[in-house]
Each structure stands twice: as C-alpha cells, then as structure tokens.
C-alpha cells in the first residue's frame, strides 16, 4: 500500500540512519586507501579503492573463516531443528512426566552464563579430543540455541488451534505424524523465524569459537576477525573489509528477511 | 710421512662421512615457525638444504600468527593430548620450561650434550634447559639495549648515561638546548602486554631486586620494585618520556626514534637495522649502549629474548627432527640468519667475530658483547602465569590507577595464591 | 488413564529426550561440572588437579581485582539497560507515528543489533581512533583517547554497547505499541486528554509488561556481556573496563587455571541466577508477564 510521506517519516528515517551511521563509516573506511586513512576523513574517500577487499580475500584467512561459519552455524540450526521441533511440540501439546521440571531446565539453559560453562566444555572436548573442529563448536553452540529454539517453537506451535489436530486424530493418526503432516506445514514460517534467529546467533556466537578453535581449520569468522593480524600497524582498511564481509549474512537477514526475523524477535518476547 | 698420511686419509674419510647423505626413511616434517619478518627470510634456503644433505626427508615449513599469545594459545590446544601435526617447532624462550613440565617436548638429551649448547649465549643456553635436562636449541637472540642520538649527545659533549637518572637529566639537558617541542626525551614500551614486563623487569634488575629470586620467591622486595615502577612512573610524570608510552610497543616506539624525534630508545636489536636503511632520517647517527643502571642499585642489564627450536614429543620421526633442529642451530643454520637483508641476530657467539656476518651487521660486535651481560626472565613453567598476573598490575601503576606500592602489594599477593602448593 | 493418554505420555518423552539429552550434556552437565571445578586447583597442561575446597571463593572476598570486576560489571549493567529502555522506548513512540517507509526504518534500527559483537568493537575501535576517528573529528579534532584513558574507557564501552542493543528494546516496544488500536487514541483525544496525558495513561501502562520483559533479558544479557569488552580491551589499561566475565575468562585462559577462573564462573552464575529469581519474584503478584 503506497503511503504518502511526511515529514515526520523522513525525520525518522534521517535518525535513524544517523543511529547506523557507524556501520556506513565502517564500509567507507572499507574503500579508502591507506594514505586516506589517517588524514583528515572526508565523507567519501577521494581514490576509493578495492584494495582492501583484495587483501581480505587473498593473504587473510577470512575466506575460509566464512566457509567455517557458514558450516558451523549451518549445522547449529539443522541440530537444533531436528531435536528441537519434536521436543517443542512436546511441551506445547503433550503431558510429559516431570513437564514443569523440563520446563525449567529447557528456560534455565538460556540464562547460563558462556562464560560459566566454558571451562567444562573446554576439558570434555579436549578429553574427546575435539578440539579445532567444527563438531566441538556445534556441540557447544547447542547449549544456547537448542533451548532458544525449543521456547520458540513452543510458542509457535500453541498457537495452532488444536482442533486440527483432533481432526487428524478421527481420521486414526498418530502424533508423530501429526507433527509432521499437520504442524509441520502450519509452523513453517515460525520454524523460518526461529531457523533464523539461531542462525544467526551461531554466527556471531564469539567465546565458544574462540576458545575451542586454534587455526583456520575451524576458525569462525568473528574469531578471524578478532585475531585480525597487523604486523606493524593495525590494518584498518583491511579490517573494516573483513568487518564488512563478516556482517553479510546478518545484514542480509535483516534487509531481506526482516518479517521472519522480526516475527522471531517478538515472539521470543512477548510470548513469555 | 706416514702419519700425515694416516691424518690425511682420515679426514678424507671423516670428511666423506660428514657429506655422506644419510639414506633415511622416507619422512616428512612438517616445521610450524613464526612469520620471519624483514625483506629476506632465510628459512626456505636452510630447509632445502636440509633435504639435500637427507634425501627422503622432505620439510613442510608452516607459519603460525604474528602474535606471541595467538601463538601460544595455538601451542597450547594443539600439542595437549592431540595428534603430531607438526614434528618440529619454534617457540619464544619463555614457553620453554612450560611446555617441558607440560610433556610436549621432546628430550633431547640423549642426543644433545651440554657442551653442545656451550657454543651459545650463556642466557640462552640457561633458557634450553630445564630440570637438567635440554629441551631446545637455542636458534636467535634478542636483548634489551639502550639506542641514543649519537649526534644529539656528541653535541653537547655527553657520554651515554650509565643510570637512569643521568639519561632523565642528559635528555633534559639536550631538549632545553635543541628548544624542539617535538623531541622526546626517552621512548619504551609501556603497553598492557609482555613487553612491559620486559621493560619493568629490567627496571628491576637495575634497582638490585627480581620478580622471582634464586630462592623461586615472588617479589621478595616489594619497596625496592615499588620504587622502579615509581621510577617509570615518574618519568612519565616529569614529561621525559610521552604519556602515550603506555600504549606503545615496538614498532610504535621505534617510528618517532627512527624519525629523529626522541632521544633515547629502549627496544631490541632488530630495530637497529632499520636504523641503518638507506632511507633512514637516523642513519649513521644512533649509538647503541648498554641500559642504565640505578643511582644506589646496580647495574644495568638487558632481558634476553628470542626463539628455541624444539621437537614435538608425538613426533613420529624423531631421529630426522631431532637432525633438523640440530642442523638450523647448528653453525651454517645460524650462519644463513646473519646475511644482509635478515633482521634477526644469532645465539652461537663465534658468529659474531666472523668478517662476514660483521660486514652484514656492523654492530653485531655492540651487540655481542651486551648480550653476555644480559639476563634471562625467570625460568619457570609459570612463567606466562607470572606475567599475565603482573601485567595488569604494572599497567596500573603506570597509568596512576594504583599506587606503585598497591599494584606490587596486591601483584605479590596474587603470585603467592596462584603458585601456592605447586611449587 | 487412557490408552490415548498413555500414548501421549511416552510420545512426550520420546520428542522430548533427545533434546533434553543434548541438553544435559552441553549445558546442564558443564553447568554442574563447573561447580566441582571451582573446588579444585587445576591446571591441565601440567596435570595439576587438587582439591582445595572453598579456598578460591575465599581468595576472591577479599581480591581488590575481584570487587573491582563487580564494580565495573554493575556500573556498565545499570547504566547501559537504563539508556537502552529510555533510547529504545523513545524510538518505538517514534516509530509507532511511522507510516511510509517502516521497512527502510526497521532495517536501519536492526543492523546495529544483527552485527556480529566482535565487528561492532571493531567499528568502535576505530570510531575511538585518538587522531583519526571519527568521534574526534566530530567533536572538533580533540585528541581524546577513548580507550586508553581509565576516565573514558567505561563511557566509551556503554557507548557502544547501547548502540547494539537499543534496536531489540525499540522493537520490542514497537511490535506492542502496534497492537494498541487507533481508537483508544482517538477516544482519550475526544475527552480532551493531552498529548502527555496519553502518554502517561495509555501508552506507558500499556507497555509495562514489554518493558518488564526488555528489562529482564537486557539486565541478564549485559551481566554475561563478554565480546565486546574483551575485543575493545586491546588497549585496555589495568582493569578500567574489565568486567567479571572478562575477569573470568583471564583467569581461565591467560594463566590456565581452571580452578580459578571456574570460581569466578560460579559467581557469575550465582549472580545471573539471582537476578532473575529475584525478578520474578517482584513480578509475581502482578500474574504472568504479557
């Protein structure tokens, strides 16, 4: 619906990019050559350059590190879905024995410190020697985004009128196949929403990946990122790129997969 | 007659055996080394020479990080109780005793005696060693040295300071004089990081005290290191140095040096190089000296500092790892590491008499004999425990956050916690 | 009970234990394990394992470090949710006038939100730079030192923490002004209300539960806040802006000791938990949240 525009809309809109304005300085940084770089800054850089982005992707380790991401977080959401959707139609329609204990380890998990579960973590993947593997950062990732997708889900799925279910129930269906022939296809775009919020929670997931990974076998990108090497001096315009490159997924679920990921985000909240 | 010929066919013969390639098994090492930095790196040539002389073997040379800490860290996840990536390996001299207690290096003792390690640096042969038994070769060397404006001190008919409160007033002498705002008096590394301990603890040593004494005890006399971080404080304070020493390293204290825009430098051999490049503003006119002593302390004395080549114990090739490293410590190893061009300064001090490697680096001689009298940070598996502990607390006292007497109180007292029942 | 509850019941347990399994052994597992670790000495790589008992915990109560940690940890929690409530609830009111380009609005308030912690410190690094940043620049060319001055470091780590953060509570707030209709509005217009009358008596009201709710997980989420000071403490200067979860992550990993930096997990932990027990308990007598 084409909506007339006021002042007030493009008022907000001009905040609001003043808000992001950061952001906007990084990719300019990320096009401005070195001898720009320390001079006085001027909005748009004079000789914009891809310099840059061609160190990235040629001498750093960030492509490899955006392959290990995407791996990584990938195979994080998958896990969770697959243990997750049963267990949260579970909790949302079924009578679990000790349901209220579920529950609350299911809600409890969300508020674990990282920091406070790292040191375990540490010593039972080094005794499975697992150390530098994608394995170890989706087991690990799996203690926040398997509870996170669970509550999700769960709230989801309450929201499905049960007499559909009844209905499958008449015509002699068991529950898994409801799950899978009813929920399933009504749930979709909330299991779109929750697939994206954990995606992208394991993306930017930092300490786990940092602690766990030693080279660029299994190095994640906000880890590469962070260990960005300068020799001398810090490379600016080369990290701005690589900042650049490692916010690309977020970015894109956020333009272009706004519904979904805002539907998530409420969700999560509102639906206590 | 005969003698002479039975000496002649002996080393004929000894001589054949020294070339002989050895007929090894088919073995690949793979060597993990830090990034040499400079125009040249000499490691490549060394390598295939290696293979030359040990058909069979092949080398995989691996670089790690830049950064000492992602290095150790790196170190740390792969050699506990993982599978031999690597057989042989460089690491910074402070990781040796740790890595030896942790069982992750493999001793080479049986292979290496400790007349073999005489040919070294005193200090660095110390740092190969531990428990009594040689868990490293020692393959280059660094020492803290005191640069100054040769130019600047001639000037005003100086002699390089042998305390520091000599520099403080030679610095101040010669700023009032050259009336340029620009010009600092004494620049070093004073950022949250080793290299401050590096800098601290040499502070230490020329007030007459250590951060762990002979009898392995933590900071025995704190009034005396409260005084030297006092010390460092205060020259901060009294503008001799800048107030952003605290966020300088190396390289950021060695541009305005290297610029003519400081005095006085603390920093290491390396930089000496750059000094001296063609297109250097310093060039011909930096004088190296050993650093200052402490009016009422003692003497002043340089850390040491530098890389040991050692052998991963889950080596699979033991025999060729150990000849390996044997080989890049050894004489021609070395020697490739004082051609022109390399910014790095062997360990075995016959090099640094050899017409070669002096007409390569003029100032190896300087070096040379400041090297001797420099001292190794405590030799201690905790060593990297010890300075993760301090740093904050140096940081601290340097920046004005704590009193000097605060930070070593507290530093003290965390050291003994932390060490408490291991030691 | 029925044939048909009895089916549900072992149904329930078979969706439920794969993930409760995968649950027990990356979280609740490590989440006790840690409890045990902070009773011990240890330090792996040279095999150390000692039992000490409550030696570490009493070490901390009287560790300057430590209390320093929980200084800064509140000063940076209270602070930081504070401005992201009011930030974030002023954007929503604004937002909630919006009515051409809500789309374009949304995607510029969530990108600082979406990015990766570690790129926003980066960002800020950089932002922070003393001479060529543009926070300097901005401010006339001062060449203040954001991150290396102790006065400065805290401010500048709020700084950037509410930037990533407000988006969540603006959208929270927006998503629940939506679902208030136009004509409560127009009615409370009618009677003469104000523009702060509505505000005041319909829109705050109607918002407390969302509120609440930012105010939970924000206050939770900033105790646990670990990235972004971690990155941005690379020139960090004695403790200005280390935080208990940096404290923590020092102890375990700098100086490999376990023990140790468990018993600083611990606190954490114990912390966390008793925000939010305590948070629910304060809420209780209003019924359930939303």
Same mark, same amino acid.
């Given at each position: 619906? &084409?909506?007339?525009?006021?002042?007030?809309?493009?008022?907000?809109?001009?905040?609001?990019?003043?808000?992001?304005?950061?952001?906007?300085?990084?990719?300019?940084?990320?096009?401005?050559?070195?001898?720009?770089?320390?001079?006085?800054?001027?909005?748009?850089?004079?000789?914009?350059?891809?310099?840059?982005?061609?160190?990235?992707?040629?001498?750093?380790?960030?492509?490899?590190?955006?392959? =290990?991401?995407?791996?990584?977080?990938?195979?994080?959401?998958?896990?969770?879905?697959?243990?997750?959707?049963?267990?949260?139609?579970?909790?949302?329609?079924?009578?679990?024995?000790?349901?209220?204990?579920?529950?609350?380890?299911?809600?409890?998990?969300?508020?674990?410190?990282?920091?406070?579960?790292?040191?375990?973590?540490?010593?039972?993947?080094?005794?499975?020697?697992?150390?530098?593997?994608?394995?170890?950062?989706?087991?690990? =990732?799996?203690?926040?985004?398997?509870?996170?997708?669970?509550?999700?889900?769960?709230?989801?799925?309450?929201?499905?009128?049960?007499?559909?279910?009844?209905?499958?129930?008449?015509?002699?269906?068991?529950?898994?196949?409801?799950?899978?022939?009813?929920?399933?296809?009504?749930?979709?775009?909330?299991?779109?929403?929750?697939? /994206?919020?954990?995606?992208?929670?394991?993306?930017?997931?930092?300490?786990?990946?940092?602690?766990?990974?030693?080279?660029?076998?299994?190095?994640?990108?906000?880890?590469?990122?962070?260990?960005?090497?300068?020799?001398?001096?810090?490379?600016?315009?080369?990290?701005?790129?690589?900042?650049?490159?490692?916010?690309?997924?977020?970015?894109?679920?956020?333009?272009?997969?706004?519904?979904?990921?805002? &539907?998530?985000? +409420?969700?999560?909240? #509102?639906?206590? | 007659?005969?003698?002479?010929?039975?000496?002649?066919?002996?080393?004929?013969?000894?001589?054949?055996?020294?070339?002989?390639?050895?007929?090894?098994?088919?073995?690949?090492?793979?060597?993990?080394?830090?990034?040499?930095?400079?125009?040249?790196?000499? $490691?490549?040539?060394?390598?295939?020479?290696?293979?030359?002389?040990?058909?069979?073997?092949?080398?995989?040379?691996?670089?790690?990080?830049?950064?000492?800490?992602?290095?150790?860290?790196?170190?740390?996840?792969?050699?506990?109780?993982?599978?031999?990536?690597?057989?042989?390996?460089?690491?910074?001299? $402070?990781?040796?005793?740790?890595?030896?207690?942790?069982?992750?290096?493999?001793?080479?003792?049986?292979? +290496?005696?400790?007349?073999?390690?005489?040919?070294?640096?005193?200090? !660095?042969?110390?740092?190969?060693?531990?428990?009594? %038994?040689?868990?490293?070769?020692?393959?280059?060397? =660094?020492?803290?040295?005191?640069?100054? &404006?040769?130019?600047?001190?001639?000037?005003?008919?100086?002699?390089?300071?042998?305390?520091?409160?000599?520099?403080?007033?030679?610095?101040?002498?010669? %700023?009032?004089?050259?009336?340029?705002?620009?010009?600092?008096?004494?620049?070093?590394?004073?950022?949250?990081?080793?290299?401050?301990?590096?800098?601290?603890?040499?502070?230490?040593?020329?007030?007459?005290?250590?951060?762990?004494?002979?009898?392995?005890?933590?900071?025995?006399?704190?009034?005396?290191?409260?005084?030297?971080?006092?010390?460092?404080?205060?020259? $901060?304070?009294?503008?001799?140095?800048?107030?952003?020493?605290?966020?300088?390293?190396?390289?950021?204290?060695?541009?305005?040096?290297?610029?003519?825009?400081?005095?006085?430098?603390?920093?290491?051999?390396?930089?000496?190089?750059?000094?001296?490049?063609?297109?250097?503003?310093?060039?011909? &006119?930096?004088?190296?000296?050993?650093?200052?002593?402490?009016?009422?302390?003692?003497?002043?004395?340089?850390?040491?500092?530098?890389?040991?080549?050692?052998?991963?114990?889950?080596?699979?090739?033991?025999?060729?790892? +150990?000849?390996?490293? %044997?080989?890049?410590?050894?004489?021609?190893?070395?020697?490739?590491?004082?051609?022109?061009?390399?910014?790095?300064?062997?360990?075995?001090?016959?090099?640094?008499?050899?017409?070669?490697?002096?007409?390569?680096?003029?100032?190896?001689?300087?070096?040379?004999?400041?090297?001797?009298?420099?001292?190794?940070?405590?030799?201690?598996?905790?060593?990297?425990?010890?300075?993760?502990?301090?740093?904050?607390?140096?940081?601290?006292?340097?920046?004005?956050?704590?009193?000097?007497?605060?930070?070593?109180?507290?530093?003290?007292?965390?050291?003994? @916690?932390?060490?408490?029942?291991?030691? | 009970?029925?044939?048909?509850?009895? !089916?549900?019941?072992?149904?329930?347990?078979?969706?439920?234990?794969?993930?409760?399994?995968?649950?027990?052994?990356?979280?609740?597992?490590?989440?006790?394990?840690? *409890?045990?670790?902070?009773?011990?000495?240890? $330090?792996?790589?040279?095999?150390?394992?000692?039992?000490?008992?409550?030696?570490? @915990?009493?070490?901390?109560?009287?560790?300057?470090?430590?209390?320093?940690?929980?200084?800064?940890?509140?000063?940076?929690?209270?602070?930081?949710?504070?401005?992201?409530?009011?930030?974030?609830?002023?954007?929503?009111?604004? #937002?909630?006038?919006?009515?051409?380009?809500?789309?374009?609005?949304?995607?510029?308030?969530? /990108?600082?939100?979406?990015?990766?912690?570690?790129?926003?410190?980066?960002?800020?690094?950089?932002?922070?730079?003393?001479?060529?940043?543009?926070?300097?620049?901005? *401010?006339?060319? %001062?060449?203040?030192?954001?991150?290396?001055?102790?006065?400065?470091? #805290?401010?500048?780590?709020?700084?950037?923490?509410?930037?990533?953060?407000?988006?969540?509570?603006?959208?929270?707030?927006?998503?629940?002004?939506?679902?208030?209709?136009?004509?409560?509005?127009?009615?409370?217009?009618?009677?003469?209300?104000?523009?702060?009358?509505?505000?005041?008596?319909?829109?705050?009201?109607?918002?407390?539960?969302?509120?609440?709710?930012?105010?939970?997980?924000?206050?939770?989420?900033?105790?646990?806040?670990?990235?972004?000071?971690?990155?941005?403490?690379?020139?960090?200067?004695?403790?200005?802006?280390?935080?208990?979860?940096?404290?923590?992550?020092?102890?375990?990993?700098?100086?490999?000791?376990?023990?140790?930096?468990?018993?600083?997990?611990?606190?954490?932990?114990?912390?966390?938990?008793?925000?939010?027990?305590?948070?629910?308990?304060?809420?209780?007598?209003?019924?359930?949240?939303?």
């Amino acid at each position: 619906m &084409r909506r007339r525009w006021r002042a007030w809309d493009v008022a907000v809109l001009v905040l609001l990019a003043a808000w992001a304005t950061p952001y906007f300085w990084q990719v300019r940084t990320s096009f401005t050559p070195d001898r720009e770089l320390l001079a006085a800054p001027r909005a748009v850089p004079a000789a914009p350059t891809l310099a840059h982005y061609q160190a990235v992707a040629e001498k750093s380790v960030m492509p490899r590190a955006l392959g =290990n991401s995407f791996g990584v977080a990938t195979l994080t959401t998958l896990l969770a879905l697959v243990l997750g959707l049963p267990a949260a139609y579970a909790v949302a329609r079924l009578p679990i024995p000790g349901k209220r204990v579920v529950l609350l380890v299911v809600v409890a998990s969300t508020a674990f410190p990282q920091i406070s579960t790292v040191s375990p973590l540490y010593l039972l993947l080094r005794a499975l020697g697992l150390r530098d593997t994608w394995t170890a950062l989706v087991l690990a =990732n799996t203690s926040f985004a398997l509870p996170l997708l669970i509550w999700l889900l769960a709230g989801f799925i309450r929201e499905i009128p049960i007499a559909l279910e009844e209905a499958a129930f008449l015509d002699g269906a068991g529950r898994a196949t409801v799950l899978r022939l009813v929920i399933l296809p009504l749930v979709a775009p909330g299991v779109a929403s929750a697939a /994206l919020l954990t995606f992208l929670a394991a993306w930017n997931e930092f300490l786990f990946a940092y602690t766990f990974t030693a080279s660029e076998a299994s190095r994640t990108v906000p880890v590469a990122l962070a260990l960005f090497p300068g020799v001398f001096e810090i490379p600016w315009g080369d990290i701005a790129a690589a900042s650049i490159l490692a916010s690309l997924p977020p970015v894109i679920i956020v333009i272009a997969l706004q519904r979904w990921l805002v &539907r998530g985000l +409420v969700a999560g909240a #509102l639906k206590d | 007659m005969r003698s002479a010929a039975l000496l002649l066919a002996a080393l004929v013969v000894l001589g054949g055996c020294a070339e002989r390639p050895r007929t090894a098994e088919p073995a690949t090492l793979v060597f993990k080394h830090a990034k040499i930095l400079g125009p040249l790196d000499p $490691i490549p040539g060394l390598l295939r020479e290696f293979e030359r002389r040990h058909p069979g073997v092949t080398v995989r040379s691996e670089p790690l990080t830049w950064t000492s800490d992602e290095q150790h860290q790196f170190y740390v996840i792969n050699l506990d109780g993982a599978t031999p990536a690597f057989d042989v390996l460089l690491l910074d001299l $402070i990781w040796v005793p740790e890595f030896a207690q942790a069982g992750w290096l493999l001793d080479l003792s049986p292979w +290496v005696t400790q007349r073999e390690l005489a040919p070294h640096f005193p200090a !660095a042969a110390a740092a190969s060693v531990w428990n009594g %038994r040689v868990w490293g070769l020692p393959w280059n060397m =660094n020492v803290g040295v005191l640069y100054y &404006r040769a130019d600047l001190l001639a000037k005003y008919r100086l002699a390089p300071p042998r305390t520091w409160e000599e520099l403080v007033e030679q610095a101040e002498r010669i %700023r009032r004089g050259e009336r340029d705002p620009r010009l600092e008096g004494v620049l070093w590394q004073g950022k949250q990081y080793e290299g401050l301990v590096v800098n601290v603890l040499e502070h230490f040593w020329a007030s007459g005290t250590a951060l762990l004494d002979e009898r392995d005890r933590v900071l025995a006399e704190p009034a005396r290191a409260a005084a030297a971080l006092r010390f460092m404080r205060t020259l $901060i304070d009294s503008g001799a140095s800048p107030s952003w020493v605290t966020a300088g390293d190396e390289e950021l204290t060695r541009r305005p040096f290297g610029d003519g825009r400081a005095v006085f430098l603390r920093s290491w051999p390396y930089a000496m190089d750059l000094f001296e490049a063609p297109d250097s503003p310093v060039r011909g &006119r930096v004088g190296i000296a050993s650093l200052p002593g402490h009016a009422g302390g003692a003497a002043g004395a340089g850390a040491t500092g530098g890389f040991h080549l050692a052998v991963n114990r889950r080596t699979r090739h033991a025999e060729a790892a +150990v000849e390996l490293v %044997r080989f890049l410590a050894g004489p021609e190893g070395q020697r490739a590491i004082t051609a022109a061009g390399v910014a790095l300064y062997p360990t075995r001090v016959d090099l640094y008499r050899d017409p070669l490697a002096i007409k390569a680096h003029p100032h190896m001689p300087r070096f040379h004999d400041l090297a001797l009298r420099a001292r190794p940070r405590p030799i201690t598996p905790y060593y990297l425990m010890l300075s993760t502990t301090v740093q904050p607390e140096f940081s601290a006292a340097l920046v004005g956050v704590k009193t000097p007497e605060q930070a070593i109180d507290y530093a003290r007292r965390r050291l003994d @916690y932390m060490l408490s029942g291991i030691r | 009970m029925t044939a048909r509850q009895r !089916a549900d019941r072992l149904s329930g347990l078979a969706f439920v234990s794969p993930a409760l399994l995968a649950l027990a052994a990356t979280a609740v597992y490590p989440g006790l394990w840690v *409890l045990w670790l902070s009773l011990q000495q240890r $330090i792996p790589i040279f095999g150390i394992a000692r039992f000490v008992g409550l030696e570490h @915990y009493a070490f901390l109560a009287g560790d300057a470090r430590f209390w320093n940690a929980v200084r800064v940890t509140l000063t940076f929690t209270v602070v930081s949710v504070a401005l992201e409530l009011a930030l974030g609830l002023v954007v929503a009111m604004a #937002l909630q006038r919006q009515q051409a380009g809500r789309r374009l609005a949304l995607s510029l308030l969530l /990108l600082a939100w979406a990015l990766p912690s570690v790129v926003t410190a980066k960002l800020f690094e950089w932002l922070y730079h003393p001479s060529a940043g543009l926070v300097n620049v901005l *401010l006339g060319g %001062r060449e203040l030192n954001w991150l290396g001055d102790p006065r400065l470091a #805290l401010p500048a780590l709020i700084a950037a923490d509410v930037w990533r953060t407000m988006p969540f509570v603006a959208l929270l707030c927006y998503a629940r002004l939506l679902t208030i209709p136009g004509d409560v509005y127009e009615a409370a217009r009618v009677d003469g209300a104000g523009r702060t009358a509505m505000l005041a008596f319909i829109t705050l009201p109607l918002l407390r539960p969302v509120l609440l709710i930012a105010l939970l997980f924000r206050t939770l989420d900033a105790l646990r806040a670990f990235d972004l000071m971690f990155v941005l403490t690379g020139c960090e200067h004695a403790g200005t802006t280390e935080t208990l979860t940096v404290y923590a992550y020092r102890s375990l990993f700098q100086t490999l000791q376990l023990g140790f930096g468990a018993a600083v997990g611990c606190v954490i932990f114990a912390l966390v938990m008793a925000v939010a027990w305590a948070y629910l308990r304060a809420i209780q007598p209003e019924g359930a949240a939303a």
